[in-house]
């Protein structure tokens, strides 16, 4: 019997998507949610208020330079690496590029989509807002054949009977899923039905802050880099000298827009200020402060948002931070997204997906050629790979040799004479 995808699929077009869908009643529509406190209600609307003030979601923490760049980068990277579809044979693995499932992951899950688009999409709102969505659409005979992205402020999640249900807006109507056919994707900390959000845990009141102190500083420049002063004169003023003065000093010291006028006052001629200044309230060294912490929350050092003042113990060279990235902040997210796209597209059968990480591990060329030279044994020691293989890496076509096929395998008194410290004699 064949499974679904080992036919041949036609093109996207031309395939009847049947979206599966389950009753609605078992699922709260839009207006009923279960929300029992304003904090709640609060944050399935994204408005969270920060101890500093602002109010933090996805739209006004990406106006912040260091988160976009950490969303970016995060994003980025997963959307840079191949999803590849394997089959378990008796001697291993093999690539199965020709999987219908391989193009979807990798050229575009759907029409409207490329699948760099699809996995930065899904990234973002999982950093963001907690968690990222897709809908499974299937064929007749229940084979994949797009995976349609989802906004996150479109789906509602309810767990009911040890399962969880959704509901969908699309195209203005609600309709109702279950959890076979929606890829969910969520972010640290799920407790079954909802993740922790980066920018509304993990880092909300230093995003807040952040958003305030740009909010100072733009005030402060906006005004002429000058604090509010008052103007104090040991004698009467009479009117027409004090705006005379007031509109002088505004003149000269105004900034863009409307700066303010100072403050004028009889009785003694000084300067006074009336509010901190910008190296008083340590303005400069609490924004440097302020793009580490944010970072420290998406699990990037702060070198990798160009944050250069601090040294880095991640090691040195591509390969060195390429490898620290994937082990420390890459890792739980890609490990999150293989799972549940093995359990919801491939359970039960000899296939799988992984996400090569090779290509952000790639060094120099000569650190390369250095490990290349090691894997094909080098110094006359059995190697474990071959030439041909080490060429498809390169991206250059094979050897039309079956000798380049197989890893190299020194001579049986090559091998002696390693084993025996070089006399050739076995001790």
């Not at 767990?159 to 890829?183: H, M, N, P, T």
């Not at 991640?314 to 799972?339: D, K, N, S």
Request: with cysteine.
């Amino acid at each position: 019997m064949r499974l679904p995808w080992q036919k041949t699929v036609p093109a996207q077009a031309e395939v009847e998507r049947i979206p599966p869908t389950v009753e609605l009643p078992a699922v709260s529509n839009a207006t009923g949610l279960k929300l029992t406190d304003i904090e709640e209600l609060s944050a399935a609307f994204g408005i969270v208020n920060s101890l500093a003030g602002p109010v933090v979601n996805e739209r006004t923490a990406m106006k912040v330079s260091v988160v976009y760049a950490c969303t970016r980068l995060i994003a980025g990277a997963i959307a840079g690496l191949p999803a590849t579809v394997y089959r378990e044979t008796g001697n291993g693995r093999e690539k199965d590029g020709g999987h219908p499932l391989s193009s979807l992951l990798n050229l575009q899950p759907t029409p409207t989509y490329s699948a760099a688009l699809f996995w930065e999409f899904v990234t973002t709102s999982m950093l963001l807002r907690s968690a990222g969505y897709a809908l499974i659409l299937r064929d007749g005979l229940g084979a994949p054949v797009e995976l349609l992205p989802l906004p996150y402020s479109k789906v509602i999640v309810e767990s009911k009977a040890g399962r969880l249900l959704y509901a969908v807006e699309l195209d203005g109507v609600w309709r109702g899923f279950d959890q076979d056919d929606i890829l969910h994707f969520p972010g640290f900390g799920f407790d079954g039905v909802r993740s922790l959000s980066v920018i509304q845990h993990g880092a909300l009141n230093s995003v807040g802050l952040a958003i305030a102190m740009e909010q100072y500083s733009s005030e402060f420049f906006k005004n002429g880099a000058h604090q509010d002063v008052a103007i104090i004169k040991n004698s009467k003023w009479d009117s027409e000298d004090m705006e005379n003065f007031r509109t002088a000093y505004h003149q000269t010291y105004g900034g863009i827009g409307n700066g303010k006028y100072p403050l004028t006052v009889s009785k003694g001629f000084d300067i006074k200020e009336l509010s901190v200044n910008a190296e008083d309230a340590q303005l400069l060294e609490s924004r440097k402060f302020q793009i580490t912490d944010i970072a420290r929350a998406f699990g990037l050092p702060g070198f990798m948002v160009n944050d250069t003042e601090k040294n880095t113990s991640w090691g040195t060279g591509i390969a060195e931070t390429g490898l620290a990235f994937i082990r420390y902040t890459l890792a739980p997210h890609l490990q999150r997204f293989e799972q549940e796209l093995n359990r919801k597209l491939f359970m039960r059968t000899p296939w799988f997906m992984e996400f090569n990480t090779a290509g952000l591990m790639r060094g120099t060329t000569k650190e390369r050629y250095d490990a290349y030279k090691i894997a094909l044994g080098g110094s006359n020691v059995p190697g474990w790979t071959a030439v041909n293989e080490v060429r498809r890496v390169e991206n250059l076509p094979p050897v039309d040799d079956p000798a380049y096929d197989k890893p190299y395998m020194p001579p049986q008194g090559a091998i002696s004479t390693i084993n025996t410290g070089g006399n050739g004699n076995a001790q």
